[in-house]
């Protein structure tokens, strides 16, 4: 079993930033990926970007060049900055976790993040 603990959402203008993390714990002995998606009102939830355990990375293309994600495995942790952030960020952020050799997802509470115009 494995928690995903989210932190860092809020409130920014746009052209601001934010700083999200996720912490994870539980029974963590297998390689794995971690990701943010977000989830605006009335929408389906959407991918933001991906980690591996190798530092491969993966961005949705409405992001790449505003948002990174980066992680720190001895934390078990993954982060995502986001700069730049436009009113159309405007979502619940859910991070979430899989093992490498799993097709099963674990998930994160989901923390908002709010860009006001």
């Known amino acids: 079993q494995v928690q995903l603990v989210e932190s860092g959402g809020g409130l920014v203008q746009a052209g601001g930033s934010l700083r999200l993390s996720c912490a994870a714990s539980g029974s963590i002995f297998r390689l794995y990926a971690m990701g943010w998606y977000r989830q605006a009102p009335g929408k389906q939830r959407e991918l933001v970007a991906t980690?591996?355990?190798?530092?491969?990375?993966n961005y949705a293309d409405s992001v790449k060049g505003r948002f990174t994600i980066s992680r720190e495995n001895f934390k078990n942790t993954v982060y995502l900055r986001m700069n730049s952030l436009e009113p159309e960020d405007t979502a619940v952020y859910y991070c979430s976790f899989r093992f490498l050799t799993s097709s099963y997802d674990y998930w994160g509470q989901g923390t908002r993040v709010t860009v006001s115009s």
């Open positions: 980690i591996t355990s190798d530092g491969t990375t």
